[in-house]
């Protein structure tokens, strides 16, 4: 328990340190949302005057006259409150509900991929340190490291070229446009048919953990209750499975939570080549319209993410690995 609490502190701190980032560092960006918005009004013939500009600063919460510092402690205290904001790119949409909108997709892609990679990583990993040595082990870890090396954007280009312009797969959209489904069942098949290639190029370039699970999965192999299992006869399977991945999986679990971070960064870019509706489009969108609290949002969600998903990572090694229940109850 004591391990946790800690842990939590820690996460605390790092999320703390996080939002302080997330709100100095836009306002470092060259450029004024609220002068762009205006300028925007002023192009399709609005009236602008003082009173126009100052109803507009109160309306998305940008007051230009009020020290940083206080604009800090208010941004602090609206986080806990829920009010993100107001979108200046989606307005009259609030920012919460435009982050909600594109992290449903982003996580979607992220997680099916995550879980799929993580299945298929484990088991061509177990397979290619069981046979180590032999062609499988040559042909999927010389092919993973070559696959992991190639960045996502260039795996998610030649599949847009190669299976979107000829009709196989979809390159746009995360549904059907119109789409009218007559059962659930259908609209569960057209969403896997449009992520179908997104969720392919990140699982390609993730073909390196092939080699993690490899690297434990041999260490184990060469432990003394795996010589003694197999002396005494005990079936290859049990071995292979019940008595080495078992263990070989507890540092894979943590690199797992730590490349979050990287596979929800490639998730983002993908998004942009197969137009997916997701966090990315979201992103690039406030970018360009100096969004800054949308900008905010957008990071602060992740940020609540990769931290919960690190923390939920180190919980799962505490029932996992009991010598760290052990080492916990001991300083207790």
């Known amino acids: 328990m004591k391990y946790i609490l800690k842990r939590l502190g820690f996460y605390l701190v790092a999320f703390f340190g996080a939002v302080s980032l997330n709100f100095f560092l836009p306002r470092m960006m060259p450029g004024n949302p609220v002068q762009m918005y205006i300028s925007t009004l002023y192009q399709s013939g609005g009236k602008i005057d003082a009173s126009t500009i100052a109803a507009i600063e109160k309306l998305f919460g940008y007051n230009q006259k009020e020290p940083l510092l206080l604009s800090f402690f208010h941004y602090i205290i609206s986080i806990f409150k829920g009010d993100w904001g107001v979108s200046f790119t989606y307005y009259p949409q609030t920012v919460l509900d435009s982050v909600q909108r594109g992290l449903r997709w982003t996580v979607f892609l992220m997680g099916t991929a995550m879980i799929l990679g993580f299945i298929i990583n484990t088991l061509l990993g177990i397979l290619a340190a069981w046979r180590r040595g032999r062609r499988m ?32 797969f979809p390159r746009s959209y995360a549904v059907t446009p119109l789409f009218t489904p007559q059962n659930s ?15 392919l190029s990140i699982l390609i370039t993730g073909l390196g953990g092939i080699m993690g699970m490899r690297a434990n999965m041999i260490n184990q192999l060469g432990e003394d209750y795996i010589v003694m299992g197999i002396a005494k006869g005990v079936p290859d399977r049990k071995i292979m499975f019940g008595y ?23 998730s983002l870019i993908i998004e942009q080549v197969f137009n997916y509706p997701g966090l990315g489009k979201v992103m690039v969108n406030a970018i360009n319209r100096r969004d800054y609290p949308l900008m905010q949002g957008i990071l602060l969600m992740t ?20 010598r760290i229940r052990r080492q916990g109850a001991g300083k207790n």
């Open 137 to 168: 082990d040559t042909t999927l870890t010389v092919g993973g490291q070559i696959l992991a090396n190639i960045p996502s954007v260039v795996v998610a280009i030649v599949l847009s070229f190669a299976l979107g312009f000829t009709g196989i």
């Open 185 to 199: 069942f259908e609209y569960i098949k057209d969403v896997a048919y449009h992520a179908f290639l997104p969720v």
């Open 244 to 266: 080495g991945a078992k263990n070989a999986l507890l540092p894979v679990v943590t690199s797992l939570a730590m490349q979050i971070g990287f596979l929800l960064g490639g």
């Open 303 to 322: 940020t609540v993410l990769m931290l919960t998903a690190n923390f939920l990572a180190d919980i799962s090694i505490t029932f996992l690995d009991p």
